[in-house]
């Protein structure tokens, strides 16, 4: 079920109902709300909407039980196509970009007539990912769409797009989630969660489920308390910074390291936004901490090392850490 995108789902609903569907569907909002779920569900209306029996007309959702339902869950729809990064193949990282010949993959796909109706579906997550000529060869797909094909592109960052993309597709914008409903789709996603957990993952999220579940079970109230502890008052005798560090540099602490690595650069930068006096400091501090925290997976830094740094530079937004410079 989808939650908290109502205006998006009745918009698209009415699309659908008119006779008047739109090839492409552009995706637009913040990482993590929910547009790639939007996407899957839509995805899959589509399908059984098109194949029967009937599914309601008034909401994206198809019954479990329903044969088209089955057939995406198992992988083996033949008229569903998802392009997102794939695991490189010495590791489990995943590759850079989208590529031009996963794209051109599916000329197979649309050689063909759709095999269980009249329609089939591609959708891209996200489409943000797409190295350019990847994005060159979408194009002559979005400008000579196949017949019946509906394509779902996620975007995060639709200004950066080409705009022959931008101008072939429908636009469905999405915002952050209000607190209430964010809670009620962290209560499903985590039915173990105790209050106090929603409660920080709610704080931390921005709106954004996405966001939150990343941190989910990290306990990310205590590792923001002890950040906000070096922002507010220093940390002049190390204590605190080596202490995290130590922690925090444990093989089973992995998780909670790179949380670290996200969560301090962002504490500086909200530090930087209030625009009070320091600001440019404050600047300063954030991108430091932003290329350390971008270069210590990636390069295995030493995480206790790394850690102690960029407490370090958290620490010197305390205004005891400025008196003491001063």
């Known amino acids: 079920m989808i939650l908290g995108h109502d205006g998006q789902a009745a918009a698209f609903l009415d699309a659908a109902r008119s006779g008047r569907m739109h090839h492409a569907w552009l995706l637009a909002g913040p990482q993590g709300v929910g547009k790639a779920g939007f996407a899957h569900a839509a995805a899959r209306w589509l399908l059984a909407d098109a194949a029967g029996p009937a599914v309601p007309k008034d909401r994206l959702g198809v019954p479990e039980d329903h044969p088209i339902a089955a057939l995406l869950d198992a992988g083996s729809h033949p008229d569903f196509k998802l392009l997102e990064r794939l695991p490189k193949a010495s590791s489990e990282e995943l590759a850079r970009s989208i590529t031009v010949d996963q794209v051109r993959g599916l000329q197979p796909l649309f050689a063909t007539t759709p095999s ?56 469905l914008r999405f915002a952050p989630l209000e607190a209430d409903v964010l809670r009620v789709a962290l209560r499903r996603a985590l039915p173990e969660a105790d209050e106090s957990e929603v409660d920080a993952l709610v704080r931390v999220a921005d709106g954004a489920p996405g966001n939150a579940l990343r941190f989910a079970g990290l306990d990310i109230a205590a590792l923001d308390a002890a950040i906000e502890k070096l922002a507010l008052h220093g940390d002049t005798s190390n204590a605190l910074r080596t202490a995290l560090g130590r922690a925090l540099s444990l093989k089973s602490a992995q998780e909670r390291y790179e949380a670290f690595l996200e969560r301090a650069p962002s504490r500086i930068a909200a530090e930087a936004k209030r625009g009070k006096a320091g600001m440019g400091e404050a600047v300063t501090l954030w991108r430091q901490a932003r290329d350390i925290a971008d270069r210590a997976v990636r390069q295995s830094m030493d995480p206790q090392l790394t850690v102690v740094e960029i407490a370090g530079l958290v620490a010197k937004l305390a205004p005891v850490e400025r008196a003491v410079k001063g």
Do not use: M, Q, W, Y
């Open 116 to 171: 269980l109706s009249p329609r089939r579906v591609v959708v891209i997550d996200a489409i943000d990912d797409l190295e350019r000529s990847a994005a060159n060869a979408l194009l002559k797909n979005l400008e000579e769409p196949p017949a019946g094909t509906i394509f779902l592109l996620v975007s995060h960052a639709p200004g950066r797009l080409l705009p022959t993309i931008r101008s072939r597709c429908r636009l």
